[in-house]
């Protein structure tokens, strides 16, 4: 055996060797993105139980807030179709609409003293903002891990491996720009 | 044989020498394949983690990007430099026969916190692989190094100030090597492992039970509670007096109870369970850090490919 087929040998094991690595990792990566997606799951489905408790309290007082309520509810079913359905396409729309109508709603409960003052509305007031943050915590985790396979795929020589083992994109979960707009307070009391 | 080529020598060498020759370039490809595939793959893991907020950080292996922090109590103290620190690592050699032999070294195992904006993360680092930015080599001539210049010590005895160290013999005149690395508290800290949050729930009490302690406690001041419910004044608490104190004592415990559930959380961070996922501690910045593990993936490959290289031109040489 000469020296060029041994070199050709320890070439052949370097790029073998190599390819399962790169094989390996997207296939981390993958299920990298597909656990993001599971980890913001838990915590939408979280807030889903607590939101009608939210509203029930509310109800109490606000008689005369019925479609704020209604938009809350509405966009909590949305949400959850979408939860249920893995549809990241959809989540993002039906996620700020939600918070949009949450944002409306905590504005709304200023003029209610009364019901500021009820302890399980402070309760489920904490609880809910503290989960909000948490999800747009997720939020950004998923973003970043479907970003990093997204660009994996497309980086030679990981695009090689993946369009061989057709690795796909992960599709990123984009909130509106609606969404990140501040509650117009004095719209609401007009 | 001195002055001949290296293939006559090769040509010229008995069996054994010839076959330890191969055994040891075997072993350096080996290792630098190992290494080099290591690293690659290392530095793959860290640019493929996302980076997680410790508030909301999920169950299991994540990557956690902030400052090192030191834990309250105890604080760790570096053995050489007496330096106030969050991790150390030291190793003391002394010179036999003009090589460095180790006398002494010992990692800390000692738990610290690393903080983000959102929150703070006990680290236990047992068993990372730890990249520290701080690193001094100093040298002397005993077992201890003795030539430490110290700035005054605080009330327990922790150093207060930088420590300067000042080698009392030059390099190769000492006895002794001194190393010492660190992460000190306020250092940029990058770790990857697995992230658990401890829920001490269970060594709460439930609401009923601290509702029943509260009673406990009112009852033994028996004049300040006849006071506050025995509101016709008869000197005994009736059923509607003694359902009011219960009602009292059940919205304090409420209060408290969630009080204790708002500070319930403990984030730690550890080595994963799973022996293929690497366990990272780093003073280094996330790009930085990857590229130092590039460029020894890189040196593996280079030792790899000398070693191999070397081993296929000895054997067409000698053995076939």
């Keep these: ?69 209604e938009r809350v509810m ?7 179709s979408a939860r249920e359905k893995g549809d990241v396409g959809a989540l993002g729309p039906a996620e700020s609409e939600l918070r949009i109508g949450l944002g409306n709603l905590f504005a709304v409960a200023e003029a209610y003293p009364q019901l500021k003052a009820n302890e399980t509305f402070q309760h489920l007031q904490t609880r809910i903002s503290g989960l909000e943050n948490s999800i747009a915590d997720r939020r950004e985790f998923y973003n970043e891990a479907a970003n990093n396979n997204n660009v994996r795929i497309e980086q030679f020589p990981d695009i090689v491996i993946a369009r061989l083992f057709r690795f796909g994109p992960a599709e990123l979960l984009e909130f509106s720009e609606e969404e990140k707009r501040d509650v117009d307070v004095k719209a609401l009391f007009s | 044989m001195g002055g001949a080529p290296l293939s006559v020598q090769i040509r010229q060498a008995d069996e054994v020498e010839l076959w330890l020759m191969l055994g040891v370039l075997v072993l350096v490809a080996v290792i630098g394949f190992y290494l080099g595939f290591r690293r690659l793959w290392l530095a793959r893991v860290i640019e493929d983690a996302p980076t997680a907020r410790i508030r909301s950080a999920p169950q299991g292996y994540v990557e956690l990007v902030g400052e090192a922090k030191a834990m309250a109590g105890e604080p760790i103290v570096a053995p050489l430099s007496k330096t106030s620190c969050c991790w150390y690592r030291y190793s003391i050699e002394s010179k036999r026969g003009g090589e460095w032999r180790t006398v002494r070294k010992q990692t800390s195992d000692g738990l610290f916190l690393v903080a983000d904006e959102t929150g703070e993360c006990v680290v236990d680092p047992d068993g990372a692989e730890v990249t520290p930015g701080t690193k001094r080599v100093w040298y002397g001539d005993g077992d201890e190094p003795i030539t430490v210049v110290m700035p005054p010590r605080g009330a327990e005895g922790v150093q207060l100030g ?71 004044r008869d000197g005994v608490l009736d059923a509607s007096e003694w359902e009011g104190a219960r009602l009292l004592a059940a919205q304090e415990a409420a209060r408290d109870h969630a009080e204790q559930l708002a500070h319930q959380h403990v984030h730690t961070l550890r080595r994963p369970q799973a022996k293929d996922r690497p366990f990272l501690l780093s003073t280094l910045p996330q790009f930085r850090l990857v590229r130092r593990y590039r460029w020894e993936a890189f040196g593996g490959f280079v030792l790899f490919l000398a070693a191999g290289g070397l081993l296929t031109w000895i054997s067409t040489l000698r053995l076939w």
Aim: charge should be neutral; glycine fraction near 4%.
């Design chain 1, 1 to 69: 055996m000469g020296m060029g087929a041994i070199a050709t040998i320890a070439v052949i094991v370097i790029v073998l060797v190599y390819g399962v690595m790169i094989y390996n990792n997207l296939v981390t990566l993958k299920h990298g993105v597909t656990k993001a997606w599971s980890n913001i799951d838990v915590l939408l489905k979280q807030r889903h139980d607590e939101l009608p408790k939210l509203v029930e309290t509310c109800k109490q007082y606000m008689q005369y807030e019925q479609e704020t309520l």
């Design chain 1, 74 to 80: 509405k966009a909590r079913a949305a949400v959850a």
């Design chain 2, 162 to 232: 930088p420590v300067v160290m000042r080698s009392s013999g030059a390099m190769f005149t000492s006895t002794h090597r001194y190393t010492e690395e660190l992460i000190v508290p306020g250092d940029p800290l990058y770790a990857l492992g697995e992230f658990k949050t401890l829920d001490d729930i269970d060594h709460h009490q439930s609401r009923s039970e601290m509702t029943a302690a509260i009673l406990r406690e009112w009852k033994r001041e028996r004049r300040r509670l006849m006071d506050r419910f025995d509101h016709n």
